[in-house]
């Protein structure tokens, strides 16, 4: 029999003539039936129950009602597909999977969070804060956010961390839960490493084309141990939750997850494919490799169950801008966009504002002439406000000298002869 699933209806059908054609017994029970629209209605002819075989799974005793003029023998409606725990149908389209009910959880071993804890580990409940109204609007429609993703669930256990809700320049807000008071005294580093940005450029320059994914969502993908889930207990709006999937703010919650994506590309043999966390960049001679080298990631990112943000993806690119830099074959520079905000920078008004200033002048110390010499006094100080000598420091740190890098004949760890 040929079987239309439908979500959109609450109850299950069978053709009237199927009902006859296989002597199919059946009970006195018409009922008027409302169709797409509320004006077309139709009334039902009573119903049965069948015996439904599919794929190996049989299930016994469905209730069908029947109906005159379906437009198949079957429609299975909502209240046969409730009995599952989801509905997976394939259209073989080459875009990643369209979902409707969230995040759905990626197909790894549960990452372990927690493995190295201090002896002296014991459960920290921190004190309740209070939010504007503003503010505690948006932690409730985050919550419900995490809730309909199964993010989150209902914890009963005695730890509590707190949520902040930080903005950025563009005032967008974003709620994030505080660790340092709870789990993150007691957990011991995994000393998993990331790659190193210059070094991972300075490879992927060596290719044509480019592209680049971001799975920022599979974060969230990523489950932990069950074991691990009470730590990661936190308030808001007045109830206790934990996670389910890495949380953001973890100390090991990096570490994890690089190493889950490094997993997936080395045992899935994804050629020319450099991840730093949530951005993996897939790189090719041609159009030709690239074309393969793409399908290859998706039909892993899909066995895997890992989603990534189509709309900010970039394919088939001759330059990318990727982890400060613009980067095209034989050639690295810093990103434009990134350097203006450098240069519009505030002066620091404290030692914590000052580190943060000189950290972003570090990140692009070798494309700012005689660097060591300028950051010097600005590395020292230690009075706030900035003297003037100071101030001139951190002007003189702003004065990028913006080339290109050519690295088509030069390779970095080479012996270097003059």
């Known amino acids: 029999m040929k079987a239309l699933v439908d979500t959109g209806s609450s109850?299950?059908?069978?053709?009237?003539d199927k009902v006859k054609d296989l002597s199919i017994k059946t009970f006195p029970s018409?009922?008027?039936i409302s169709k797409a629209s509320t004006n077309l209605s139709s009334t039902t002819k009573g119903h049965c129950f069948v015996a439904l075989h599919h794929r190996g799974q049989i299930y016994r005793s469905v209730k069908l009602s029947i109906l005159q003029g379906l437009c198949a023998d079957l429609i299975l409606g909502h209240d046969f597909l409730s009995q599952h725990d989801g509905l997976q149908m394939s259209f073989k389209g080459s875009k990643p999977t369209f979902s409707v009910c969230g995040l759905s959880t990626a197909k790894v071993e549960p990452a372990s969070l927690f493995n190295n804890l201090l002896p002296e580990c014991k459960p920290i409940a921190t004190t309740s804060r209070r939010f504007s109204l503003p503010d505690k609007q948006f932690i409730d429609a985050e919550i419900h956010k995490l809730l309909s993703e199964d993010v989150i669930e209902p914890s009963?256990?005695?730890w509590r961390a707190q949520v902040l809700v930080t903005s950025d320049d563009r005032h967008k807000k974003r709620m994030c839960v505080d660790y340092s008071q709870t789990i993150n005294r007691f957990t011991q580093l995994d000393a998993y490493p990331l790659?190193?940005?210059d070094e991972m450029i300075e490879k992927i320059s060596e290719y044509e084309i480019f592209m680049t994914l971001d799975l920022k969502s599979a974060y969230h993908q990523i489950p932990i141990k069950e074991e691990d889930k009470p730590y990661t207990a936190f308030e808001a709006g007045g109830n206790l939750y934990?996670?389910?999937r890495i949380p953001f703010g973890v100390t090991n919650g990096v570490a994890c997850f690089q190493r889950i994506i490094d997993s997936?590309?080395?045992?899935?043999?994804i050629k020319d494919t450099f991840a730093y966390l949530d951005n993996v960049t897939i790189c090719a001679k041609n159009q030709r490799e690239h074309d393969h080298n793409f399908?290859?990631?998706l039909k892993s990112a899909k066995d895997y169950n890992i989603t990534f943000n189509e709309s900010k993806s970039i394919i088939s690119a001759k330059e990318i801008k990727l982890l400060g830099y613009l980067v095209s074959k034989g050639h690295i520079q810093p990103d434009p966009d990134r350097l203006k905000p450098l240069r519009d920078l505030n002066e620091p008004h404290n030692a914590k504002s000052q580190q943060r200033v000189i950290g972003m002048f570090a990140y692009y110390s070798s494309w700012i002439p005689k660097f060591s010499d300028n950051v010097h006094p600005l590395v020292k100080n230690n009075i706030f406000p900035l003297p003037q000598e100071v101030k001139e420091?951190?002007?003189s740190c702003t004065e990028f000298k913006i080339q290109h890098q050519d690295t088509s004949h030069f390779e970095i760890m080479s012996n270097l002869m003059i």
């Not at 109850?11 to 009237?16: K, L, P, Q, R, V």
């Open 11 to 16: 109850e299950s059908f069978i053709s009237e």
């Open 30 to 32: 018409p009922k008027k």
């Open 156 to 158: 009963k256990f005695p």
């Open 195 to 197: 790659p190193r940005i």
């Open 242 to 244: 934990q996670f389910k």
């Open 264 to 269: 997936m590309i080395r045992n899935e043999n």
């Open 295 to 297: 399908a290859v990631f």
């Open 393 to 395: 420091s951190m002007a």
